[in-house]
């Protein structure tokens, strides 16, 4: 990655440092070659890869078709993209336009240009563009959404364990029955509920235990089930339709990008509540 792109992703990624890093990268950041205006689009064009100008609007085109069907739509534009990108699209924050690779002409609901499309529909078709309030709050709501409230153990639980009178001689079966007492982040405490008579008189230390609560998680809960802090129950650390992967994690512009991405892509199959909230985002 070179200086440059370096200096873009840590003004992307702290807004703090925009006022001193962009009026830097300002100059240099403007686009560069054959300039066309087609629709909405504004583009950019080395005159080495002039030949890839039809393919390349009509690329935006079902790109814009794409976000007008899930309901976000690009509106009038201009919506600025440079051609020539070596690795993969990226929205350049401080010149406010999509780097697009060649790749992308011939695969234009390629994820990344989707995604990157979806920075560009954030700084300029959000009402307030990155400093939205609804989008910070529900980007921490969502990551809220991930964090265990409680484990899946509690206190007044009960379990079973088959085995026998005499763990020794195992000559009758008998079925322990285990209650939870005491329950702490590392250690817990059961209490045998129907000692035996042979627990009575050799295993009086059977009758009440102090457990890893790691352990009793594996044999209560095996399926690894949460309650989060909005009283859903998932996998714990897992991704859930507010938080499509693990790279939106990583701060709300991100988040959101990722949670557009699949949208677009496959609004369909979008969570009725996400597709709810990102059509009252709608300008």
């Known amino acids: 990655m070179t200086l440059r792109a370096r200096t873009i992703r840590l003004a992307h990624a702290n807004p703090e440092l925009r006022p001193v890093l962009l009026p830097i990268l300002k100059e240099a950041s403007q686009p560069t070659g054959v300039m066309t205006v087609s629709g909405p689009f504004r583009t950019y064009i080395p005159p080495k890869l002039s030949g890839l100008q039809t ?17 976000l739509s690009l509106g009038p534009g201009p919506i600025v993209v440079a051609l ?10 401080s010149g406010n336009y999509v780097l697009m690779t060649t790749h992308a002409i011939r695969n234009p609901k390629d994820a990344v240009l989707i995604h990157e499309m979806a920075h560009w ?11 939205n309030p609804k989008i910070k709050a529900k980007y921490q709501w969502a990551l809220a ?43 817990s405490t059961v209490e045998l509920q129907n000692p035996s008579a042979f627990d009575r008189a050799h295993r ?46 990583t701060n709300e512009r991100e988040w959101f990008a990722e949670l557009v991405t699949p949208h677009v892509l496959h609004p369909t199959g979008t969570d009725p509540e996400v597709r709810a909230w990102l059509d009252s985002l709608a300008p």
């Open 204 to 249: 009086m230390n059977a009758l009440r235990q102090v457990l890893p609560t790691s352990y009793l998680e594996q044999l209560l809960n095996p399926s690894g089930l949460v309650t989060d802090a909005h009283g859903v129950s998932h996998l714990e650390g897992g991704i859930s339709p507010w938080v499509p992967t693990a790279y939106a994690k």
């Open 55 to 71: 393919g390349l609007q009509d690329a935006l085109g079902t790109v814009w078709t794409l976000y007008k069907n899930a309901g």
């Open 121 to 131: 529909y954030h700084y300029n078709r959000i009402p307030g563009g990155v400093s």
């Open 84 to 93: 020539g990108g070596r690795v993969q699209s990226f929205y350049d924050v």
């Open 145 to 187: 959404s991930l964090a265990p409230k409680k484990s899946g153990v509690a206190k007044g639980m009960t379990y079973e364990k088959v085995g026998w009178d005499n763990p020794h001689t195992k000559d009758i079966p008998y079925t322990r029955i285990y209650k939870l007492v005491s329950v702490t982040k590392t250690r």
